[in-house]
């Protein structure tokens, strides 16, 4: 089946510190995209990437695609309240996206 | 900007009630995608739709949805007859063309609660 798996499932971290979340992948990622989601609300788009080993930044958020396009990291840098919500990966397959379950991350002062 | 838009942002109805949640897709976009994400889960896949059409439909997509581009923008998601097991979020999302891989963009969703 096509799956992502996200982990960790939820995070918490200190106020400016540095987290990573992961996003996995058994078959070959052609398009994988990261949304953040407050909870209960929409989608907002982060950052799409397509060709092996790409990475793309955002402010302090930056995202990575292995070269073997299997696996992606979030990486975010001194983290702030802002960073708070539920980070989502989704894999372009065949003419739709398949997400996978987030990460909730939380911000501690 | 341009922006994937959603009416209403929440809809309250009755079991058995029929329902039309409304997307305007955005303008210059050929795909139009429906998702849903029950509360706490993952976002799930109903149905993709070009040239007015179903492209692609998932399993959760049975014969009481459908969809419709009544008009030259919107994109509308109908249940016939609701079940408590439809409250869920509904998204909406559009991309310019296939086969190539664009950001795909969402709506802000509509919450639909079947009392």
């Known amino acids: 089946s096509q799956e992502l798996e996200q982990s960790p499932q939820s995070l918490i971290v200190q106020e400016g510190k540095n987290l990573t979340i992961n996003c996995t992948s058994s078959?070959?990622?052609?398009?994988l995209y990261w949304y953040k989601q407050k909870y209960g609300e929409g989608l907002i788009f982060l950052m799409m990437?397509?060709?092996?080993?790409e990475e793309k930044s955002h402010e302090k958020i930056t995202a990575k695609l292995d070269e073997k396009k299997q696996q992606s990291s979030l990486h975010i840098t001194a983290s702030q309240p802002s960073h708070a919500g539920i980070y989502l990966c989704?894999?372009?397959?065949?003419?739709?996206?398949?997400f996978g379950q987030g990460t909730r991350l939380t911000i501690n002062p | 900007e341009p922006e994937v838009t959603q009416t209403p942002s929440h809809q309250v109805t009755q079991m058995g009630q029929e329902v039309i949640l409304r997307c305007v897709p955005i303008?210059?976009?050929?795909?139009f995608y429906w998702y849903r994400q029950i509360l706490g889960q993952k976002v799930e896949f109903l149905v993709s739709?070009?040239?007015?059409?179903?492209?692609?439909k998932s399993e959760i997509f049975d014969d009481q949805f459908s969809v419709e581009r009544p008009d030259g923008s919107n994109f509308t998601l109908k249940i016939r007859s609701t079940k408590l097991e439809d409250s869920a979020m509904y998204f909406c999302?559009?991309?310019?063309?296939?086969?190539?891989?664009?950001?795909?963009?969402f709506g802000p969703g509509t919450r639909l609660t079947v009392t």
């Open positions: 989704g894999a372009d397959w065949n003419q739709k996206l398949v």
């Open positions: 078959k070959t990622l052609y398009g």
């Open positions: 990437l397509q060709k092996g080993g």
């Open positions: 303008s210059n976009h050929l795909y």
């Open positions: 739709f070009y040239n007015n059409e179903i492209s692609e």
């Open positions: 999302a559009s991309i310019p063309d296939r086969p190539r891989t664009y950001e795909q963009y």
